[in-house]
């Protein structure tokens, strides 16, 4: 079983190293039309499959943005858009990639504590990151910018329901302090991450459209 497991880690790694090669490849030799569809699928597995648009695409290699440096000129294929239409999709741009962060840093922490990844050392690191954005999670909602209806994202109700809303983001703030705390003791971390999750996820039922 330990054995098999990590014979599929290590197929999966390689697998990676593959996409991550073909991406190379493809960013090294401009024209190259099938490597190039490799460093498609590579971009959009960074994604994680989000359906929607983060207001700035994906474009073709040949209008990528050029960077160099001491490895050599890379393209890349996912420049920051120039602007936002309005202040409210700048705002749920930057929301949007700060929860993608907050989900980053618990996840990080939920494979070493509730999985076998390792990376006991680096836990208090994500823990510190998940407070110090949870302390300031309210910024994220100060101007109105609801989804569509019917879309995904942040429902009406956020900037609808003011005082209800603050009681979300404050227990949030309180609990991912609090979290952080237990950490740097070296306390129950599976709780922790338990009690956590519960704020994300009752945030998520009432305020957000999936
Ligand atoms: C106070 C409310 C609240 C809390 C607490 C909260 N979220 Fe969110 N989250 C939202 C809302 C609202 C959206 C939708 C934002 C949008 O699309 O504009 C969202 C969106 C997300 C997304 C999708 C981002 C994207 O790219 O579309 C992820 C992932 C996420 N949250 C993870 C988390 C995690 C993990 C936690 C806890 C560690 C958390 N959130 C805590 C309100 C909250």
Redesign the pocket.
């Known amino acids: 079983m330990k054995n098999s497991r990590k014979l599929m880690a290590g197929l999966g790694l390689a697998a990676g190293t593959y996409v991550l090669a073909a991406g190379f490849i493809a960013f090294s030799v401009p024209g190259a039309e099938v490597q190039q569809q490799g460093a498609d699928s590579a971009g959009h597995a960074q994604d994680h499959g989000?359906s929607?648009d983060?207001g700035h695409s994906h474009v073709d290699a040949a209008q990528a943005e050029q960077l160099t440096g001491p490895f050599g000129a890379h393209g890349d294929r996912h420049p920051q858009a120039p602007g936002f239409a309005s202040a409210a999709d700048g705002l749920?741009e930057r929301?949007?990639?700060s929860?993608?962060a907050?989900?980053g840093?618990?996840?990080a922490i939920s494979a070493t504590v509730l999985s076998d990844a390792g990376g006991e050392d680096m836990i208090r690191i994500h823990a510190d990151a998940?407070a110090a954005l949870?302390g300031q999670?309210?910024k994220?909602?100060k101007v109105a910018?609801?989804?569509p209806e019917g879309e995904?994202?942040?429902?009406a109700a956020?900037w609808e329901e003011q005082e209800r809303?603050a009681q979300?983001?404050a227990?949030?703030a309180t609990e991912?302090a609090r979290f952080a705390q237990t950490a740097r003791e070296g306390g129950d971390m599976v709780n922790g991450l338990h009690d956590?999750?519960y704020?994300?996820v009752?945030?998520?039922a009432d305020?957000?459209?999936r």
């Open positions: 989000h929607h983060h749920t929301r949007r990639r929860m993608s907050l989900s840093h618990f996840r998940l949870g999670i309210d994220l909602f910018s609801p989804a995904k994202g942040a429902l956020i809303f979300y983001t227990a949030f991912s956590l999750r704020y994300c009752a945030c998520h305020f957000r459209q």
